[in-house]
């Protein structure tokens, strides 16, 4: 047991319980943490944010109030393949967004860029008609004047063999994730050496573990370096495969959760559009008419009460997933101190349901 320690609204210690002082915030056994790190979520609210123009702005507020009040402290807005024309409007509609971002929100961190270097045999819901080859000279041309707001990009390494944009783009501080991929354990394993530190929604849009040939997620699991995202909606990803991953992986050491939430996400379920096609969304997941998954129209914190409520994770190590592992994995702290104590997270037991709300002393 802990005992916190407030001054002027903000925790300024986390201590051993000693009976004999005096604490200033009595969990009575429930859990306190930081809110949400989503990185990667394609929209909400009726709004997919390849779709973004300087006319959304206020939207995009809303999208950040809404966040917050489903406990996300922040996010990396998602850009799916499209083209270059909405890949950079998007930038520099994201771009002038930051600069005057209001406080008690959720806050845009940067941007993940899924797309367009993926290898088109493992596209999923990807356009195929606006891949692009891996070459430096697409790369530089895709973001443009906004690369300092590009905090991800998720590629196919095994379309550049030479490594020479997996080299830049390290370079440029940009976060380099495997995804939409049919790279090899040996692939993976040199793409990781240049500087690769993260996979995108492990075990969708790549080969599945083998015994003989582990694969890229294979090569991931072992490499202490490497970060992979997971979406825990139980449709993405069976609950036994997730446990095996979090059991490979020490539980919240090199695994950390998504919602890959698409723009309906906030909204009823029902058919919307998705780009030039539509998406039908059905108790938090959305499918293209062909029945391919295109993602969920859940929150992150979902995957949090999944994990308890299936039994595969012990309370604290679920929150860390959604917390603590994402910040850890784009190189933010993830200390509570210093941090306004009505921010917080208090996670609970409500009867059989393992919950959370925003906390108020």
Not at 56 to 63: A, F, R, T, V
Not at 102 to 111: C, F
Not at 289 to 309: C, F, M, Q, R, S
């Given at each position: 047991?802990?005992?916190?320690?407030?001054?002027?609204?903000?925790?300024?210690?986390?201590?051993?319980?000693?009976?004999?002082?005096?604490?200033?915030?009595?969990?009575?056994?429930?859990?306190?943490?930081?809110?949400?790190?989503?990185?990667?979520?394609?929209?909400?609210?009726?709004?997919?944010?390849?779709?973004?123009?300087?006319?959304?702005?206020?939207?995009?507020?809303?999208?950040?109030?809404?966040?917050?009040?489903?406990?996300?402290?922040?996010?990396?807005?998602?850009?799916?393949?499209?083209?270059?024309?909405?890949?950079?409007?998007?930038?520099?509609?994201?771009?002038?967004?930051?600069?005057?971002?209001?406080?008690?929100?959720?806050?845009?961190?940067?941007?993940?860029?899924?797309?367009?270097?993926?290898?088109?045999?493992?596209?999923?819901?990807?356009?195929?008609?606006?891949?692009?080859?891996?070459?430096?000279?697409?790369?530089?041309?895709?973001?443009?004047?906004?690369?300092?707001?590009?905090?991800?990009?998720?590629?196919?390494?095994?379309?550049?063999?030479?490594?020479?944009?997996?080299?830049?783009?390290?370079?440029?501080?940009?976060?380099?994730?495997?995804?939409?991929?049919?790279?090899?354990?040996?692939?993976?394993?040199?793409?990781?050496?240049?500087?690769?530190?993260?996979?995108?929604?492990?075990?969708?849009?790549?080969?599945?573990?083998?015994?003989?040939?582990?694969?890229?997620?294979?090569?991931?699991?072992?490499?202490?370096?490497?970060?992979?995202?997971?979406?825990?909606?139980?449709?993405?990803?069976?609950?036994?495969?997730?446990?095996?991953?979090?059991?490979?992986?020490?539980?919240?050491?090199?695994?950390?959760?998504?919602?890959?939430?698409?723009?309906?996400?906030?909204?009823?379920?029902?058919?919307?559009?998705?780009?030039?096609?539509?998406?039908?969304?059905?108790?938090?997941?959305?499918?293209?008419?062909?029945?391919?998954?295109?993602?969920?129209?859940?929150?992150?914190?979902?995957?949090?009460?999944?994990?308890?409520?299936?039994?595969?994770?012990?309370?604290?190590?679920a929150i860390a997933l959604a917390t603590s592992s994402p910040r850890k994995a784009i190189g933010l702290s993830d200390t509570l101190i210093g941090k306004p104590a009505d921010n917080l997270l208090r996670w609970y037991w409500n009867k059989d349901k393992f919950t959370y709300q925003r906390?108020?002393?």
């Amino acid at each position: 047991m802990q005992e916190l320690k407030i001054n002027e609204g903000k925790i300024t210690a986390i201590l051993p319980m000693n009976n004999n002082s005096d604490f200033d915030l009595d969990l009575r056994g429930d859990w306190l943490s930081l809110g949400g790190i989503d990185l990667q979520i394609n929209g909400a609210l009726g709004l997919a944010f390849p779709d973004l123009e300087e006319k959304e702005l206020e939207k995009l507020e809303e999208i950040c109030e809404y966040l917050w009040k489903v406990g996300v402290d922040g996010f990396l807005p998602t850009l799916v393949t499209t083209s270059i024309e909405k890949i950079r409007r998007s930038l520099n509609t994201i771009s002038q967004f930051i600069t005057t971002q209001k406080k008690g929100v959720a806050e845009i961190l940067g941007v993940h860029l899924e797309g367009p270097f993926l290898n088109n045999k493992k596209r999923g819901a990807h356009p195929g008609e606006y891949l692009l080859p891996l070459t430096l000279e697409n790369v530089k041309t895709v973001l443009g004047e906004n690369a300092n707001i590009v905090k991800i990009i998720t590629l196919a390494p095994e379309l550049d063999p030479t490594g020479e944009t997996i080299t830049y783009l390290h370079s440029q501080g940009i976060i380099i994730s495997i995804g939409h991929s049919i790279a090899t354990a040996t692939e993976a394993k040199k793409a990781f050496n240049l500087g690769v530190s993260m996979v995108t929604h492990a075990f969708n849009a790549m080969p599945g573990l083998h015994h003989r040939e582990p694969g890229l997620l294979g090569e991931a699991i072992l490499n202490k370096n490497v970060y992979c995202g997971l979406i825990a909606d139980g449709q993405h990803v069976c609950p036994s495969m997730i446990e095996l991953l979090l059991r490979a992986s020490n539980y919240e050491n090199g695994i950390f959760l998504v919602s890959d939430a698409l723009a309906p996400i906030g909204l009823q379920e029902g058919i919307y559009p998705w780009d030039q096609r539509k998406i039908e969304v059905k108790k938090g997941t959305a499918k293209l008419k062909d029945g391919t998954l295109a993602g969920t129209t859940l929150p992150l914190l979902i995957g949090v009460e999944n994990l308890v409520n299936w039994g595969i994770c012990e309370e604290e190590k679920a929150i860390a997933l959604a917390t603590s592992s994402p910040r850890k994995a784009i190189g933010l702290s993830d200390t509570l101190i210093g941090k306004p104590a009505d921010n917080l997270l208090r996670w609970y037991w409500n009867k059989d349901k393992f919950t959370y709300q925003r906390f108020s002393q």
